[in-house]
């Protein structure tokens, strides 16, 4: 499965920003999708992770009250909304992908458990 992340660039501090994560292959609807960001000098964390089904969803601490996640089967693809977004939000985002067919709920934060991922996109809040 090829990801493919967009929507990043510069915003203001307190403002909004929605990342998509797309791919072509049908088997992306099959799949959990999780978000995680790295920001320069520091580990990567997650940020949300939603379940094939859009069931199961889960976010991480830095995730929690300011970013909700979502899917559309559709356009077969994730996204990811941020908002109120502050300077420490500030990183490379990454989605990633886990055929989880067998469990309508099944979302993770572990890393190790996703099989593919994409390419990063860059988010820059100014203060």
């Known amino acids: 499965v090829h990801l493919v992340e967009s929507g990043g660039g510069l915003v203001q501090a307190g403002g909004s920003l929605r990342l998509s994560c797309g791919a072509s292959?049908?088997?992306?609807?099959?799949?959990?999708v999780g978000w995680f960001r790295q920001a320069p000098g520091k580990d990567r964390e997650f940020v949300a992770g939603?379940?094939?089904?859009?069931?199961?969803?889960v976010y991480g601490d830095s995730g929690k009250g300011r970013f909700a996640v979502s899917r559309d089967y559709a356009k077969n693809a994730v996204y990811l909304q941020g908002s109120s977004l502050q300077p420490e939000d500030t990183a490379v985002y990454y989605c990633?992908?886990?055929?989880?067919?067998?469990?309508?709920?099944?979302?993770?934060?572990?890393?190790?458990?996703?099989?593919?991922w994409g390419q990063g996109t860059q988010v820059t809040v100014s203060s």
């Open positions: 990633a992908a886990v055929w989880a067919r067998h469990n309508a709920y099944y979302t993770t934060q572990r890393a190790e458990e996703y099989t593919y």
């Open positions: 292959e049908r088997t992306f609807s099959d799949s959990a």
């Open positions: 939603i379940s094939w089904s859009g069931s199961g969803i």
